[in-house]
């Protein structure tokens, strides 16, 4: 610095820059672009609610969250029943006896799955039934949700592109799949 310029000191935690750069002070208060934060808590609806999933984001969940809980059956497998569940299948009710569930959630976390109910062998009619379950109801969770007003979904799915070599790696007739593999 020359003799006689004026000398600014600057804390760490209030400089923006690289050295060698004439500082600039740090911006402050959170950016603009950011959502508010809510005033209350928010209200989630998440299915599959005594799934396996579900079993380990609960409780964390129920501690930041007002929780809608819904799955086909009302306990877990071994037992445990979880309270508050809304026992109800997603196949066999109207969207009229659903749709009060999804009103008032600000999200929904979709972990509902049907789970076939005998082996399953890729190809084969029965298992596009089986599996097509799976996207219907996923269909449905997004129209209701869309329907109601709900801003967010968030989706773990059994619904994925690469099933079709699953069953090759298990049986050891494939070892890798590549890019290259095409279903």
């Not at 029943?81 to 809304?86: E, F, Q």
């Not at 190809?123 to 379950?133: H, I, K, N, S």
């Amino acid at each position: 610095m020359s003799a006689g310029a004026p000398s600014t000191t600057f804390s760490s935690a209030q400089v923006i820059g690289t050295p060698g750069q004439q500082p600039r002070p740090a911006p402050t208060g959170a950016s603009t672009r950011l959502p508010d934060a809510p005033t209350r808590r928010l209200r989630v609806l998440l299915t599959g609610a005594t799934g396996y999933i579900a079993s380990q984001l609960l409780p964390t969940l129920q501690t930041r969250y007002d929780m809608v809980l819904t799955d086909a059956r009302g306990a877990r497998r071994d037992g445990t029943s979880i309270p508050g569940v809304h026992v109800l299948d997603f196949q066999s009710v109207s969207d009229d006896a659903l749709r009060p569930l999804f009103a008032g959630c600000d999200a929904v976390i979709h972990l509902g799955y049907h789970k076939p109910t005998g082996p399953v062998t890729v190809g084969t009619r029965l298992a596009y039934e089986d599996e097509r379950v799976n996207v219907d109801m996923a269909e449905r969770v997004y129209r209701l949700s869309h329907e109601v007003g709900v801003n967010r979904v968030v989706m773990a799915s059994s619904n994925h592109a690469a099933d079709w070599y699953e069953p090759l790696i298990h049986a050891r007739t494939l070892d890798q799949v590549t890019p290259g593999d095409l279903p």
